[in-house]
Antibody, heavy 120, light 110 residues
């Protein structure tokens, strides 16, 4: 069973770039069958899908974040990453990586999440 | 902009039955939207409960069931327990993305 673990800085300054990595264990990121996804949740609020990448490298982003988001994959490290540029306090949230099962169309596996605070 | 609608809050008595719904602002939900449901307790990551309308994820008790009711997807909890008190989110598949979560339903068991 695939497991996911997010990692990255817990504090980012305004206007800087938020960078997070999700390490995949228990399976290969190259094996197909999943969209590798990022989701976030501001404190006390609901879940927001950020975007995903397929093993082919094709990406889809939330239109509301598209101009600031890049998701990439490193198959040699079995990891995928999120970069969010020009962050503001509104980007403060718990960030989750997750897999979207392409055969049954649902979020299959979730990481535990990592808290990112945007503050000077 | 597609909006996925859920009741903001619901309450149920212990042992009771509750049905939460997931709708679309501008269309009827059918099984072709492959509705899925997620449970989240405070401080924890979401847990997948139901996918493809009515398939329980591994380890999910059978008191959780999914269906289509009228023009909405539905999550029914039969015999509610105290630890079912959580936030519940739905997702509807509308193509290769973007994917939209419902706003979530806060379920209170009391």
């Amino acid at each position: 069973q695939v497991q996911l673990q997010e990692s990255g800085p817990g504090l980012v300054k305004p206007s800087q770039t938020l960078s997070l990595t999700c390490t995949v264990s228990g399976g290969s990121i190259s094996s197909g069958g999943y969209y590798w996804s990022w989701i976030r949740q501001p404190a006390g609020k609901g879940l927001e899908w950020i975007g995903h990448i397929y093993t082919s490298g094709s990406t889809t982003y939330n239109p509301s974040l598209k101009s600031r988001v890049t998701i990439s994959v490193d198959t040699s490290k079995n990891q995928f990453s999120l970069q969010l540029t020009s962050v503001t306090a509104a980007d403060t949230a718990v960030y989750y990586c997750a897999t979207w099962n392409v055969w049954y169309y649902y979020m299959d596996v979730w990481g535990k999440g990592t808290t990112v605070t945007v503050s000077s | 902009q597609t909006v996925v609608t859920q009741e903001p809050s619901f309450s149920v008595s212990p042992g009771g039955t509750v049905t939460l719904t997931c709708g679309l602002s501008s269309a009827s939900v059918s099984s072709t939207y492959y509705p899925s449901w997620y449970q989240q307790t405070p401080g924890q990551a979401p847990r997948t409960l139901i996918y493809s309308t009515n398939t329980r994820s591994s380890g999910v008790p059978d008191r959780f069931s999914g269906s289509i009711l009228g023009n909405k997807a539905a999550l029914t909890i039969t015999g509610a327990q105290a630890d079912d008190e959580s936030d519940y989110y739905c997702v509807l598949y509308m193509g290769s993305g973007p994917w939209v979560f419902g706003g979530g339903t806060k379920l209170t068991v009391l």
